[in-house]
């Protein structure tokens, strides 16, 4: 049951991306057939996986979702603003119980109750009786009891005792034996059954018309049980049965007032590792992998053969040829294992872009802001871990998009723009990295607020201040704690949370820019690499140790003569095909001392930190390589200027630097 419950959480997370798309797409427009046929699918099979399950509050409001939407499809009712609410808050309900189950193998408590306050309000929207529609548990006709007791001795007894008993009314449905419902068997399963009743549902049709495997039943009982334990009889079936706890005045009367009912209470609990991360995963490329650990087999068992002839005294010429022959395969199959292990870790940036538009229409309307969303770039794909690493970060972005960047209506109109704001998030492949961008037609941002607000929160001082760009100014929203927002709310001013967005994407082995104009949007890139498992790396010589820099950063290395590296100011500079660059010496950098005596000329690694190009002097190029990069762990953790470290094959550790965060 666990493997078929993890199976469940994988589908569930699925059919709730898929109904929230297709709900957001029916709101755009009501007539189109396809989102709603795929809409009601995919509430019609999450309904039917939760049923495998002790989860009936989610079945009970899936079924009533379901139900609303195939009144949508045959035009009993129509769709509008409330209905699409109505929907979504159900999935969005549904997403939080399968959150739930994922990390505790169960429902919350108050899931009964929110489960039928869910189907009330689905129920609401149909065309129905506004008196049945309002309870989604029909109230119970005890007429019937009063006979009962009368006809069944043990009943009268208890009655006369004025012990309290429970009336059951349980209308299996027509369909219960094909999903796995015994109704006699849960009725032998009601403790301390004092008294039962049975008779038909409907009308029996002529005997030739009966269908032998539609069940027509309607079961009444007593039971002179607790309620609790009567209703755990039927926690699988709360949507066919009212409960109800009764009590008796005077020998007689009709039975008193109901100490309590309803529908039945639920039980959640399911079994299920609690947290574990599943990644699905195209056959081809496991089939690939499968290949590869073959091919790596043969080339292990090449190397037992050379080992063995080494042993017999072989000729020695033989077996180094054979050694370099086989030191060159076992690499080729390395490089290609690295390469398919990466390709299943790969995800389509579709799997969290997708959870963004309904995001956006719920910040657009807490904030009664007009927004045109799109998504650009679904297909690129990138690494598992920076895909779902981004979510947090977008999501701040794409909040301060609407809550700052967007302009009320009437201005946009005053300022000749479209009535509703642009944002869109795109995506896009660049070399051995990923950008993805947020990018908004709004206000955009004023460097003097942000120069004002700096200098008043002491962000920079004056000077500093007034020496900055406009462009400089601007990334300034990055700094920890800054805010152009007068009223801190969860979707205030587009400074709130910039810090931590670019702390998270800093993680991932990113960093992040901001473009603005004034009057004409704003632009927030992020820039990650593809993967942070493998890494490629330069490695560098200073003094006698070596260091590592990534190469996605590294455009080229230059030879620049000593006497071609210019002052300027307190800074250095040289010129690289008629462009001027900074100096930055990598012994200054990690506070070491310079050599004795300068050399004649400089080895330089131009890099890319930020949109500047920046020259990095260094004693010595060493070879690049692929290698597995750990983070820094332990009191070393969080160390500035260090992104992780690898181990090299003579065992000596090498350090890997983040260049632009060591340079500032």
């Known amino acids: 049951m666990d493997d078929l419950l993890q199976h469940f959480i994988v589908e569930a997370h699925e059919l709730i991306q898929q109904a929230t798309d297709d709900l957001l797409a029916l709101e755009r427009d009501p007539k189109a057939a396809a989102p709603m046929d795929s809409a009601f699918r995919a509430v019609h099979t999450l309904k039917g996986s939760v049923g495998l399950f002790d989860f009936a509050p989610m079945g009970i409001a899936l079924h009533a979702a379901e139900d609303l939407l195939g009144a949508l499809k045959e035009k009993r009712a129509s769709i509008d603003a409330h209905v699409i609410d109505s929907l979504l808050a159900c999935i969005d309900q549904t997403e939080r119980w399968v959150a739930a189950i994922e990390q505790t193998g169960q429902l919350p408590p108050d899931s009964a109750e929110e489960g039928y306050r869910l189907a009330r309000s689905l129920r609401s929207q149909l065309d129905e009786d506004p008196a049945q529609a309002a309870d989604a548990v029909p109230q119970a006709d005890l007429d019937w009891v009063e006979p009962l007791l009368a006809q069944n001795r043990n009943a009268s007894n208890l009655k006369a ?108 609990g399911a079994t299920g590792g609690a947290g574990a991360r599943t990644l699905r995963v195209d056959a081809a490329r496991i089939d690939r992998l499968a290949d590869l650990i073959g091919e790596m087999v043969i080339a292990k068992n090449a190397l037992a053969h050379l080992a063995e002839q080494f042993d017999e005294g072989l000729d020695r010429k033989h077996v180094a040829q054979g050694l370099v022959s086989s030191q060159a395969a076992i690499e080729r199959l390395v490089a290609e294992l ?110 003097a607020t942000i120069r004002r607000v700096a200098r008043e929160r002491g962000v920079a ?22 805010s152009t927002a007068s009223e801190v709310t969860g979707l205030s001013g587009r400074g709130v949370g910039m810090d931590a ?35 490629k790396v330069m490695a560098v010589r200073l003094g006698r140790e070596l260091y590592g820099i990534p190469l996605d950063g590294v455009l080229e290395t230059a030879l620049v003569p000593a006497h071609r590296v210019l ?80 181990l090299l094959g003579d065992g000596s550790v090498l350090m890997i630097l983040d260049i632009p965060e060591l340079i500032g």
């Open 161 to 268: 005792r004025n012990a309290p008993l429970v009336a059951i009314r349980y209308t299996p449905r027509a369909d219960c034996f094909f999903t796995g419902d015994d109704p006699i068997a849960l009725l032998r399963s009601v403790p301390d059954l004092v008294a039962i009743q049975l008779s038909n549902r409907d009308p029996w049709p002529p005997a030739a018309e009966i269908d032998p495997f539609s069940c027509n039943m309607r079961i009444e009982a007593l039971s002179g049980a607790e309620l609790d334990r009567v209703k755990a009889v039927f926690r699988f079936v709360p949507d066919q049965v009212t409960l109800h706890a009764i009590a008796h005045t005077a020998e007689g009367q009709a039975p008193g007032a109901v100490l309590g009912g309803g529908g039945a209470g639920i039980a959640v």
């Open 338 to 447: 690295h390469g398919a292990v990466m390709d299943v870790r790969m995800m389509p940036m579709r799997d969290i872009f997708r959870r963004f538009p309904r995001a956006v229409r719920e910040a657009a309307g807490q904030l009664s802001k007009a927004i045109d969303f799109s998504v650009e770039g679904e297909e690129v794909e990138a690494d598992k871990a920076v895909v779902e690493g981004l979510f947090e970060p977008l999501l701040h972005l794409l909040r301060n998009a609407v809550g700052h960047g967007a302009e009320p209506e009437h201005l946009r109109l005053e300022a000749g723009k479209p009535a509703k704001t642009r944002i869109v998030l795109r995506a896009r492949r660049d070399g051995d990295r990923v950008t993805v961008e947020v990018e908004d037609d709004g206000r955009g941002i004023d460097p």
């Open 461 to 482: 001082s004056a000077e500093a201040l007034d020496r900055m760009s406009d462009a400089e100014a601007i990334d300034l929203i990055f700094a920890p704690g800054f």
């Open 501 to 535: 967005v670019r702390s998270a994407v800093e993680r991932l082995g990113g960093h992040a820019s901001v473009r603005s104009l004034q009057g004409r949007g704003t632009a927030i890139r992020l820039s990650l690499p593809l993967t942070v498992v493998m890494t």
């Open 567 to 646: 002052p300027v100011r307190d800074a250095e500079a040289f010129v690289l095909r008629d462009r001027t660059l900074p100096l930055v010496r990598l012994a200054d950098l990690l506070e070491m001392p310079r050599p004795p005596e300068p050399p004649q000329s400089l080895k330089v690694v131009v890099m890319a930190v930020g949109d500047e190009l920046v020259g990095i002097a260094v004693d010595g190029f060493a070879e690049r390589m692929d290698v597995l990069m750990r983070p820094m762990g332990g009191i070393l953790a969080g160390m500035p200027g260090i992104m992780g470290t690898t």
